[in-house]
């Protein structure tokens, strides 16, 4: 069963940093690309950032460029997404998913609250 | 960057009911599209992808068309496990948008 389980979320002051981890299992890790997609509360869906399964690839959303680094440990079977510079509108359910074919996403974890606030 | 809209953004309904969400792209995405639906407090489910192509598991009552900037879902006699948001996403090119979502709820 694929299963994937954030982690790291919580409570920041405006302009710190958190780093989210994604724990993966139940499938071969290494052969999927990642994503981030986060969810702002009671707003809709925002993608983030994808990495390809040997990290050949690295996209991020305009909103979140140059702030935030996702990255993958294919020995751990872990996504991370290192956020900085963090900002009000940051504040979201930030969820983990696996790609499926192309970059629509199969599966999913239950998400990570990130919220930032002074 | 493609900018995805969809429409309604809240449509009533009953169980039995045939709907139609239709989802719009600011340029051709080809077949690119995928369709979701999220219940409160659940993370997202894939329903479809490729435009037309249905998920492993998701009831042969729920069905998409579409290809270049014009797309729909249509979920024929809804089910009470119906009443959801759903959102279409393009993965033609990245930034990989979502639209602003559907509200399907109860007449």
């Known amino acids: 069963e694929v299963q994937l389980v954030e982690s790291g979320g919580g409570l920041v002051q405006p302009g710190g940093s958190l780093r989210l981890s994604c724990a993966a299992s139940?499938?071969?890790?290494?052969?999927?690309?990642m994503n981030w997609v986060r969810q702002a509360p009671g707003k809709g869906l925002e993608w983030v950032s994808s990495?390809?399964?040997?990290?050949?690839?690295?996209y991020y959303a305009d909103s979140v460029k140059g702030r935030f680094t996702i990255s993958r440990d294919n020995a751990k079977n872990s996504l991370y997404l290192q956020m900085n510079s963090l900002r009000a509108e940051d504040t979201a359910l930030y969820y983990c998913?696996?790609?499926?074919?192309?970059?629509?996403?199969?599966?999913w974890g239950q998400g990570t609250l990130v919220t930032v606030s002074s | 960057d493609i900018q995805m809209t969809q429409s309604p953004s809240t449509l009533s309904a009953s169980v039995g009911d045939r709907v139609t969400i239709t989802c719009r792209a600011s340029?051709?995405?080809?077949?690119?599209l995928a369709w979701y639906r999220q219940k409160p407090g659940k993370a997202p489910n894939l329903l479809i992808y490729?435009?037309?192509t249905l998920e492993s598991g998701v009831p042969s009552r729920l069905s998409g068309s579409g290809s270049g900037t014009e797309f729909t879902l249509t979920i024929n006699s809804l089910q009470p496990d119906d009443f959801a948001n759903y959102y279409c996403?393009?993965?033609?090119?990245?930034?990989?948008?979502f639209g602003p979502g559907t509200t399907v709820d109860i007449k």
């Open positions: 998913a696996r790609a499926s074919i192309g970059d629509c996403f199969n599966y």
């Open positions: 139940g499938f071969t890790f290494s052969s999927y690309t």
């Open positions: 990495i390809s399964a040997t990290t050949s690839y690295i």
């Open positions: 340029q051709s995405i080809s077949s690119w």
């Open positions: 490729k435009a037309s």
């Open positions: 996403q393009q993965y033609n090119s990245s930034p990989f948008t």
